[in-house]
């Protein structure tokens, strides 16, 4: 877990020469007979404390001699000041990115843990670029910005590409601790006629690690990720190795037959769609790749020998129940999908059949 606590960095560096000069003045000793103790000439020594000459291998061995600790000691010392110039002057060049961190939601990024917070904006975007992985703004629109721009999802949400951008990089976080086989077509779609007798299940703590687990078997690494304003989505999936698949659920639903139905469409996309594809998922998506998701999602949970009897069964809970018993799923997502074929009305009051989610 990310600590949203600050991290100690001060506003001053301190080179190297700071502490040689204090060991000089606990022994008494002026620049000059220290220049003659270290075989160096008093130029050079003046450069070692004013940090103009870096401490090499061997003045790491002679401070060793001269004045105590080891020769790590000093390299490090070394080390330590030239990456907090470093540090420094990567800070100044990043206030030219500033106006960025108004791109990706921020705000949720620190409250979720994602990142932690910090005191300037500078630093910010340095950490920003380091939740996404990358070294610059332009290499974050090049990995993620850009591939988004053609992504279309509900138009009741106002849809800004730097907060779909941080869900999914968030859920790409979270996949890389799911350890995976390598992915197989075949025992994946094993796994997920096994999942179907999941739906039944309640409590999001019991089938969230149970779903986990299952589809790790298949080489797929599931996600629940809470996504944050300006991200108006159900599900994504992409291929974040060759032989590992990324599918990240937004917990945007609430009800069991919304859940599951994104869960097995995009599932679908894993199934019959291309590795170098990239899914994301809102309302109103219409093209023949989302038709065949939806299709897949659809005869996996109600299989097309059940429909005939679907479009027959009596509106009462009774045989809602007893059908989805049949079946082996939840009768919520019997209810959802006769609503779906415009059999029920979707204030119908066996809308109480449907699982609530309470999510954490």
Request: aromatic share 10%; charged share 25%; net charge neutral.
């Amino acid at each position: 877990m990310i600590e949203q606590t600050t991290t100690f960095s001060p506003d001053w560096i301190s080179t190297p020469g700071d502490t040689i000069l204090d060991l000089l003045e606990e022994r008494g000793w002026k620049q000059t007979e220290f220049a003659e103790r270290i075989g160096f000439s008093p130029k050079h020594v003046s450069q070692l404390i004013n940090g103009k000459s870096a401490i090499t291998e061997d003045a790491a061995i002679r401070l060793e001699r001269v004045l105590g600790s080891s020769a790590r000691f000093w390299m490090n010392r070394e080390s330590q000041y030239r990456e907090a110039r470093a540090r420094e002057a990567e800070l100044k060049a990043l206030e030219k990115d500033v106006e960025w961190l108004k791109e990706i939601p921020v705000a949720h990024m620190v409250k979720c843990q994602w990142m932690r917070k910090c005191k300037s904006k500078a630093e910010q975007v340095a950490e920003a670029l380091k939740f996404f992985g990358v070294a610059s703004v332009e290499a974050w629109r090049s990995k993620y910005a850009e591939p988004l721009a053609a992504f279309r999802a509900s138009e009741k949400f106002d849809k800004q590409p730097g907060a779909v951008a941080s869900w999914l990089r968030q859920g790409e976080r979270q996949a890389s601790d799911i350890r995976t086989v390598p992915f197989d077509k075949a025992k994946f779609k094993a796994v997920l006629e096994e999942l179907r007798a999941l739906t039944n299940e309640t409590d999001p703590n019991v089938f969230v690690p149970a779903l986990v687990e299952a589809c790790a078997l298949g080489g797929v690494a599931v996600v629940f990720e809470p996504a944050p304003t300006g991200c108006p989505v159900s599900g994504a999936t992409k291929w974040i190795a060759s032989d590992k698949a990324l599918l990240v659920l937004s917990l945007r639903h609430k009800t069991n037959d919304h859940l599951w139905f994104s869960f097995f469409h995009e599932a679908g996309h894993l199934l019959l769609h291309g590795k170098k594809m990239l899914f994301v998922e809102g309302n109103g998506l219409d093209n023949e790749q989302e038709d065949e998701a939806n299709q897949f999602a659809a005869n996996i949970l109600i299989p097309k020998q059940y429909e005939e009897r679907l479009m027959m069964l009596d509106h009462t809970a009774a045989a809602t129940r007893a059908f989805a018993e049949e079946l082996g799923i939840a009768p919520g997502i019997v209810i959802g999908r006769m609503q779906k074929e415009d059999l029920l009305p979707w204030g119908t009051k066996l809308n109480s059949l449907k699982a609530r989610y309470q999510w954490q």
